[in-house]
């Protein structure tokens, strides 16, 4: 864990096998059938081939409820990347991008 406020944390995933990202933003919530271990994936991040850190967020929902598209950026290095989507958690919206 590197970071974690009560509701949000910021998780590593590096050497978890099968794992997609370097890490992961994660929102505590009620428990549902839609979120039965009482979290959620709100983001993810990941060092791409080129040596650049990508960060995906999830946008608010639209005003008719929908799904929004998620926030991407483009980032020079993990730390950029780990503190965007840390600082724009509440926000949903990703900050300064490459």
Known sequence: MLQDDGIYMLVSTKGVEGSRSDGMLIRRCGFSLTTPLGCEIMG???????????????????????????????YATELDALVNL?????????????
Do not use: C, E, V
């Open 44 to 74: 993810q991040y990941r060092q791409l081939s080129d040596g650049f850190w990508h960060a995906s967020l999830r946008s608010k929902p639209q005003d008719d409820g929908s799904p929004g598209l998620p926030q991407r950026g483009i």
């Open 86 to 98: 840390w600082a724009n958690r509440r926000r949903q919206d990703l900050g300064t991008r490459l």
